[in-house]
């Protein structure tokens, strides 16, 4: 069972896990700025301790030489996280980056990217990812590598 992608679960209720792509794409067009929304990601899957967004090739989003600009991977590996972390909880609630740091292993051309966010540590306060972001056709031959830190206020 989930629960609406901007419900907070009551206190000391016990959250569903794991959110739909339905649900998830919902948090990408609610919760995020618009220059974020151009970025064109999409929810591929999701789980209950991760979530899978696919980057379009956007020449907007090339860099002098035809790569695909750090920017634009480091926006979405952020963003990864923030759905990830919705999908452990049942669904949206307020976080904030505390971390984030990122290895760029080799050029990403004229190709969409899938950005895997796993969750490492969830707790009631604090929240860890590993982002891994790859071509479709060599999930294993990462373009990057991230990790972020979440808090949650209050």
Do not use: C
């Not at 992608?5 to 959250?15: E, I, L, Y």
């Not at 759905?83 to 740091?101: E, I, K, R």
């Amino acid at each position: 069972m989930t629960t609406s992608p901007n419900a907070v679960p009551a206190a000391g209720a016990a959250p569903a896990k794991g959110l739909s792509p339905a649900e998830g794409d919902l948090i990408l067009a609610d919760r995020f700025a618009p220059w974020v929304q151009a970025l064109g990601l999409t929810v591929v899957e999701t789980g209950e301790r991760h979530a899978v967004l696919r980057l379009p090739w956007s020449d907007q989003l090339a860099r002098d030489g035809g790569g695909l600009s750090g920017q634009a991977m480091m926006a979405a590996a952020d963003t990864a996280t923030v759905v990830a972390v919705s999908s452990a909880l049942g669904g949206f609630a307020p976080m904030t980056t505390v971390q984030q740091s990122i290895t760029f292993q080799r050029a990403a051309r004229d190709t969409d990217l899938l950005v895997t966010a796993r969750l490492t540590k969830l707790g009631r306060r604090i929240a860890f990812a590993e982002i891994t972001l790859a071509t479709p056709d060599a999930p294993d031959d990462p373009v990057a590598h991230a990790t972020t830190v979440y808090a949650f206020p209050g």
